[in-house]
């Protein structure tokens, strides 16, 4: 090879390389897509899921003398089995005692029931308790409010949030319908375990328990959910450490005081979380609303109980999906409960945490929601089936309430979008 053409080629080579780094080095660097928003303009459509198994355990309970159930202040005596399906282990027959339970829920053609087990039993996978609960659904013709919103305090870590196990029940060799099979909220060491001193308030405008005051500053009606108490002067310290609570929260100092030191912040952002997003209205009245505290400890939402009313239920129609931009704590709204939780809002420090907490579980744990509606409506379908037959609840066309439900979800997480951009 000759020394021109060497040096040629050398030269075409080193031309060859600046091109590259030059072409590089200015090429613009490729556009990174944001993350497509996990809410999306999705058509949700009214299909179930037919390769998941439609199978859900089935309680039998055979009252003595073949009675039955017609009050809530009455036991019955009666044995008990429970037909895991495979899903869960059976439970062979044991005597319990069952009688009505519910407000408004016992007024409906389909009873709600309580069980006491003779003896402490694990049931279905749940640990061993003497005392279940049977609710009835009766308004719920989605099946899923219940089960729905407990998914969501699980997901936000709420304590002692309530197991939701749908079930189909037959009494005295009689069919009644699908029920879910729950934890009674009380103060036990596998239940609420508020521990020796510690107390389960139920703020509730019902006010019908025998144990009960109405707080000083904002009319809370407050009963006493558990532990049991002998004597008032018992009562009589649970409810002055409660008023000495309320004292705080009223005081002009308010919320530059110590307030944070007796309430659990946090819990009550994911209380607020899971009523907003289920349109659970009825903690305005206040209805249904639990708070509990440990000796020494925090005042702390919850357990969350009933959602039957919520999920835009109408109660003239009787349907649910209705005014999906309804606020949770409407401006006006002057009823005890609203006006208690919008006083709480007025700190910054709670209202930036319901920020920041809303927009975590929103990208992050949303589309897991809608996937276990898929999963536990699939479940339930043969089910749904049976008890429409029996009590023509609904319209019958599950698929499309399973659809409708979870367009409702979609619609009310941009409805709250807006109410954080504004708060």
């Not at 029996?390 to 367009?407: C, H, P, R, V």
């Amino acid at each position: 090879m000759s020394r021109i053409h060497m040096k040629n080629q050398l030269f075409f080579s080193l031309f060859a390389c600046i091109c590259l780094i030059f072409t590089q080095g200015c090429k613009k660097p490729p556009i990174i897509e944001e993350d497509e928003d996990p809410i999306g303009e999705v058509k949700e459509l009214p299909v179930l899921d037919e390769s998941i198994p439609a199978v859900i355990p089935h309680i039998y309970i055979d009252i003595d003398g073949h009675a039955e159930v017609v009050e809530k202040s009455t036991y019955l005596n009666a044995a008990v089995k429970m037909d895991g399906k495979g899903k869960f282990a059976d439970l062979q027959a044991v005597r319990t005692r069952i009688k009505g339970r519910g407000n408004s829920t016992w007024n409906k053609p389909k009873k709600p029931y309580r069980l006491k087990l003779d003896e402490a039993t694990a049931v279905l996978g749940l640990p061993q308790a003497k005392d279940w609960v049977l609710l009835a659904n009766y308004n719920d013709y989605t099946f899923m409010a219940n089960a729905i919103a407990m998914q969501i305090a699980k997901q936000l870590g709420m304590p002692y949030t309530n197991d939701i196990i749908p079930v189909d029940l037959t009494i005295n060799g009689e069919y009644r319908g699908q029920y879910n099979l729950t934890q009674q909220i009380e103060a036990k060491a596998n239940r609420v375990n508020v521990g020796e001193g510690g107390v389960i308030w139920e703020l509730d405008s019902y006010f019908d328990e025998d144990w009960k005051f109405k707080s000083n500053h904002f009319n809370l009606p407050l009963m006493l959910k558990d532990p049991g108490v002998e004597s008032a002067a018992q009562f009589e310290a649970l409810q002055k450490e409660f008023q000495d609570f309320e004292d705080i929260v009223f005081r002009a100092d308010f919320p530059n005081n110590e307030w944070g030191s007796v309430f659990d912040k946090e819990q009550l952002v994911n209380f607020l979380i899971v009523s907003n997003l289920t349109a659970n209205l009825e903690i305005s009245h206040p209805k249904s609303t639990f708070m509990h505290k440990r000796a020494g400890g925090k005042y702390t939402m919850g357990p969350i109980w009933d959602f039957d009313y919520g999920f835009g239920f109408d109660e003239v129609s009787r349907r649910y999906f209705n005014n999906v931009r309804k606020p949770l704590l409407g401006e006006a709204d002057t009823r005890i409960g609203a006006v208690f939780f919008k006083h709480l809002l007025k700190d910054p420090e709670v209202r930036a945490l319901y920020k920041s907490k809303w927009k975590t579980y929103r990208n992050t744990k949303f589309n897991e929601l809608m996937g276990f509606i898929d999963r536990y409506a699939a479940t339930v379908r043969n089910s749904q089936k049976e008890d429409f037959a029996l009590w023509k609840s609904g319209e019958g066309n599950f698929a499309q309430s399973k659809a409708d439900i979870k367009t409702f979800l979609r619609n009310r997480v941009k409805h709250i979008d807006s109410e954080m951009a504004a708060l």
